[in-house]
């Protein structure tokens, strides 16, 4: 069984843009989390989306966004970025919300310039 | 809220046990994990406790006390592959949804 994919793996930006990143879950698990790392910080939740549908949101602000398609895949967006978004961003799929052991993907690692 | 703590930086010998500590301050308690993160790689799942009491899985165990909010993984035998950060993640909920709480991590280095 393949395991949760994100792409891209790397991306650069500068600030004011915005990014999209994407998450496929492994499959059979509908549950998909979104957590931002930093050295300073830690994994800091972001949401978490269970059937299209957002169950959990971490203090973020509304820059941040996801959503998930009825494959349950999943997009986060962040718009006007700013230097501090620079961060591996990370994707966990499980079963089901925060019920089950989470298995994290590759991440996503956006430098912001 | 909640609070988790965890010590910083660790160092220990190749052969020898290290224990890691994890404090934590939550309501809803709902279940303690524990994941292994190497450098440059996404975080793997170690352990999971949900009850007082000792869970072992080969070289490594995790103990939980609900009553104190305190846990710790236990190491045994380190081997150089063992040197990674150990994240402490902690489960609740509120308001009829759960959530996952990650600790900072625990660097740990083991020397020759």
């Known amino acids: 069984k393949a395991g949760v994919t994100q792409t891209p793996r790397y991306l650069i930006k500068t600030r004011g843009q915005q990014v999209t990143l994407s998450c496929s879950p492994i499959s059979g698990h509908r549950s998909v989390s979104w957590y931002q790392q930093t050295p300073g910080q830690g994994l800091q939740f972001l949401f978490e989306?269970?059937?299209?549908?957002?169950?959990n949101k971490g203090n973020f602000p509304g820059r941040f966004s996801g959503r998930q398609f009825s494959n349950s895949r999943s997009e986060m967006n962040v718009s006007t970025l700013e230097l501090g978004d620079s961060a591996l961003y990370l994707c966990?799929?499980?079963?089901?919300?925060?019920?089950?052991?989470?298995?994290f993907g590759p991440g996503t690692r956006l430098t912001v310039l | 809220g909640q609070n988790i703590d965890q010590p910083t930086e660790m160092t220990a010998t190749e052969g020898a046990i290290v224990q890691i500590n994890c404090t934590y301050q939550?309501?809803?308690?709902?279940?303690l994990f524990w994941y292994q993160q190497h450098a440059g790689e996404a975080p793997t799942f170690l352990s999971y406790?949900?009850?007082?009491g000792l869970e072992e899985k080969g070289r490594f165990s995790s103990f939980l006390s609900r009553s104190k909010g305190y846990s710790y993984l236990l190491l045994k035998e380190l081997q150089m592959k063992d040197s990674a950060s150990y994240l402490c993640a902690v489960r609740s909920h509120s308001g009829g949804y759960q959530k996952v709480t990650f600790g900072t991590g625990t660097k740990l280095q083991v020397i020759p």
């Open positions: 406790n949900v009850l007082d």
């Open positions: 989306y269970f059937s299209e549908t957002q169950r």
């Open positions: 966990a799929s499980s079963l089901v919300p925060s019920t089950d052991t989470q298995y």
């Open positions: 939550t309501s809803g308690f709902n279940g």
